[in-house]
């Protein structure tokens, strides 16, 4: 079984451009999960889709970032007007169902430069 | 608010030994599911194991195990007979029982290195 697939595995960008990154959650997962993975803040929930709805997003910068979910086999995380402090690694993960015992199962991420 | 604690920074042992590494948790809720996961050095997330809390047995998984001991709000992992590509950071998460969030808090993770 193919685990998480993100896209792109690297992207540099100029300060000011736009960044999409792709994901595709596990086949028949219904839950996906975004973090964003840095050395000062470690591991930290950005937003999560429970079939293909938006459920919390409480971890997303207000400005510049939005997720969305067309059909259940990808989700993208969009940065608009990239900054430096974005550069991290962003992680996918998709589980089974949400609730109960769920398992996260992460992509390898896509490890974002902000020059 | 959730928060988890790994307090080793990181972990040095010899091949073939046994190592514990340290999580302690807060929530507020009764029902909750903790975890560990590891990061091998070339970036990916790997789940390891589970414990549900409502679950008094410790869950083992190969030769991973948990010392979970709910009134210090502790879970530990035990890794036996540790191997070389056992070196990697550990990291322990929580997700509360909660369906308007599924979550993961994580610690800061330790780095353990298994030397031969």
């Known amino acids: 079984n193919a685990g998480v697939i993100q896209t792109p595995r690297h992207k540099v960008t100029g300060k000011g451009q736009e960044a999409t990154l792709w994901c595709e959650p596990i086949?028949?997962?219904?839950?996906v999960f975004w973090y964003r993975q840095t050395i000062v803040q470690g591991l930290e929930f950005l937003t999560y889709?429970?079939?293909?709805?938006?459920?919390?997003d409480s971890g997303m910068p207000k400005e510049r970032f939005s997720a969305q979910m067309p059909n259940q086999s990808h989700s993208t995380l969009k940065i608009q007007s990239t900054q430096p402090q974005d550069s991290a690694v962003y992680l996918c993960?998709?589980?089974?169902?949400?609730?109960?015992?769920?398992?996260?199962?992460f992509g390898p991420g896509t490890r974002l430069l902000v020059l | 608010a959730q928060k988890v604690t790994q307090t080793q920074t990181s972990i040095s042992v010899m091949e073939k030994t046994t190592v514990t590494m340290d999580c302690v948790y807060e929530?507020?809720?009764?029902?909750?599911?903790l975890f560990w996961y590891k990061q091998t050095a070339s970036g990916e997330i790997v789940f390891l194991i589970r414990?549900?809390?409502?679950?008094?047995e410790n869950a083992t998984v190969g030769h991973y195990s948990l010392n979970f001991q709910k009134p210090k709000s502790s879970i530990g992992l035990i890794i036996t007979a540790t191997q070389i590509e056992d070196s990697a950071v550990y990291f322990c998460?929580?997700?509360?029982?909660?369906?308007?969030?599924?979550?993961?808090?994580f610690g800061d993770g330790t780095v353990l290195t298994v030397k031969p």
């Open positions: 414990q549900d809390s409502y679950k008094k």
């Open positions: 993960a998709s589980s089974f169902r949400l609730g109960g015992e769920d398992t996260q199962y």
């Open positions: 086949s028949g997962h219904s839950a």
């Open positions: 889709f429970r079939n293909q709805a938006p459920i919390d």
């Open positions: 929530t507020q809720d009764s029902s909750y599911f």
């Open positions: 998460a929580m997700r509360e029982d909660n369906t308007n969030t599924g979550k993961l808090t």
